[in-house]
């Protein structure tokens, strides 16, 4: 820890060992009162007595480097750390979005640049995110052999196709839709950046100028007028990192309800962006994390246009079930925070995803987030369906390897049959 703007670190903790899957360590200063899920204990250490406007940094021995910096070393921000829409350290709890796949390597010039894009923010002392963190970026992926000529493709399950012109060299086209706005937007002038986008591999393939590209309308949710929203295509040469360029304005083709763009020389990382229509960013994470016996579900949505609420529904048995409801925000253009506690779990690999609702009673479901439960007690849950014909399911959980026997018995008592020995 760099405390009130020192250049050098004022505590430290040496961590070593090895964290299991799944496991969960905790510091916290001695002013703190934690309320922790079971099984999970904490240790008290100066190193994070944090009081708002301190740096703090996880450093990796081995390559003397760092891999996390939290604030700007050698900078003294006053009271807290801040950032728009009301962020702050101050007796705040901050936990990183699922979405961010690394993090702040190096010092910043000034600031805490990414607080605002990069964590979450809750009330102090909340700790119902520690745990398991599961998230869900990836979408579908379609491999296509090109040929020679002129030809018309579509990549299933992406709400893409590609329309190739003059092709003179044969290739396998990979394309694939990622969730999630891309982790470094610059380049991109417009204020709203799509919540998904598209990495397309040319596998070699060399094409004409006319080669064009069309996004299915209907896949592309938030858009509230297709006809009228404008809404400019993106892309950059390398995956994941350096600016983006702009390709051109999508036209919007009413007969398909397609978007698309003529002209392309070439395959990479696509974006889209607009100005004046919420484009496709409402859900920008949704995470589960399992944390003892219960899971805590947690999402993000950037925008929302007459949103009615969620429904939250699990999947541990193979059919999925409504569990409860959130209320939403209605109409928003401000990033909105949710979160669900399941209190009712059982199972071992658990499913959940969110049926958001409008207004009007249309809706859409999320991707699905997945979390894996190790058993606390000895369980034996009531079978299902009852009454069954011709048969049922029996449910139990141990939380140590054992020697099992389940036996049935009938109304008066007697057993009648041994399932497992």
Do not use: C
């Amino acid at each position: 820890m760099y405390a009130n703007g020192s250049a050098t670190a004022s505590s430290d903790i040496a961590l070593t060992g090895t964290l299991a899957s799944g496991s969960t360590k905790v510091y916290k200063n001695s002013g703190s009162a934690l309320t922790l899920p079971d099984g999970v204990t904490a240790e008290t250490n100066s190193a994070v007595n944090f009081n708002g406007d301190d740096a703090v940094v996880l450093y990796k021995i081995s390559t003397d480097s760092a891999i996390e910096i939290f604030g700007r070393i050698g900078e003294d921000p006053g009271s807290a750390w801040t950032g728009s829409g009301g962020y702050s350290t101050v007796d705040k709890t901050l936990q990183r979005k699922s979405r961010v796949t690394q993090g702040v390597i190096t010092n910043p010039a000034s600031g805490f640049p990414t607080l605002t894009t990069e964590w979450d923010m809750f009330n102090i002392d909340i700790v119902s995110g520690l745990g398991t963190h599961s998230h869900s970026t990836y979408s579908s992926s379609y491999t296509q052999a090109v040929a020679r000529a002129s030809n018309n493709y579509r990549f299933i399950n992406t709400g893409v196709r590609i329309n190739f012109v003059g092709v003179t060299t044969e290739g396998t086209v990979t394309l694939t839709r990622y969730e999630g706005t891309p982790a470094a937007v610059s380049g991109i002038v417009e204020t709203n950046v799509s919540g998904y986008r598209w990495v397309i591999d040319g596998g070699g393939t060399v094409f004409g100028a006319g080669t064009s590209i069309r996004f299915k309308a209907s896949s592309l949710t938030g858009i509230p007028d297709a006809a009228t929203a404008v809404i400019k295509l993106y892309k950059r040469e390398t995956t994941g990192t350096g600016a983006f360029t702009l390709v051109g304005t999508l036209t919007y083709d009413a007969t398909t309800d397609e978007y698309f763009i003529s002209g392309l020389t070439g395959f990479s990382e696509f974006v889209m962006a607009s100005e004046d229509a919420p484009l496709p960013v409402e859900l920008t994470s949704f995470t589960a994390r399992a944390a003892g016996s219960v899971v805590n579900l947690n999402w993000e949505t950037a925008t929302e246009v007459d949103n009615n609420g969620f429904d939250v529904e699990r999947n541990a048995t193979g059919t999925w079930q409504k569990i409860g409801f959130v209320e939403g925000h209605g109409t928003a253009n401000s990033p909105k925070y949710y979160n669900f506690t399941d209190k009712s779990v059982t199972g071992n690999k658990i499913q959940y995803r969110l049926r958001q609702v409008d207004n009007d009673g249309t809706f859409e479901y999320s991707p699905v987030v997945e979390v894996e439960l190790a058993p606390t007690t000895f369980a034996l849950d009531q079978n299902y369906p009852n009454p069954f014909n011709p048969s049922t399911t029996i449910r139990f959980s141990l939380p140590t390897s054992d020697i099992v026997t389940l036996n049935i018995y009938n109304t008066l008592g007697e057993k009648v049959a041994t399932l497992l020995n």
